[in-house]
């Protein structure tokens, strides 16, 4: 069974940074684009960034650009988002997930970032 487990999430102050890991198990994703999605409370969940199946392009919402920074491991079948410059607005339940979305959603990791 396909599984993605999503951490390094935490309460961290304006300004500050937290690295975000997926792990994939159950199949490898080595030829999948991979992305990140954040859902803020009583909003719609949304795209953060993508990363192609080799890591050679890479694509940000303007929200995060300049700031995140995606990329993979796939002998270790792992997703990473480096989150630097954290505001409030970044405060959500961030989830990995191919770029189709096409997995069952894990249990996300909650990053909460104080003013």
């Known amino acids: 069974q396909v599984q993605l487990v999503e951490s390094g999430g935490g309460l961290v102050q304006a300004g500050g940074s937290l690295s975000l890991s997926c792990a994939a198990s159950?199949?490898?994703?080595?030829?999948?684009?991979m992305a990140w999605f954040r859902q803020a409370p009583g909003k719609e969940r949304e795209f953060v960034a993508v990363i192609n199946w080799s890591g050679s392009y890479k694509m940000y919402a303007d929200s995060v650009k300049g700031r995140f920074t995606i990329s993979r491991d796939n002998a270790k079948n792992t997703v990473y988002l480096q989150m630097n410059s954290l505001n409030p607005e970044d405060t959500a339940v961030y989830y990995c997930n191919t770029n189709i979305q096409d997995l069952r959603w894990g249990q996300g990791t909650q990053v909460t970032v104080s003013s």
């Open positions: 159950g199949r490898t994703f080595s030829n999948s684009a």
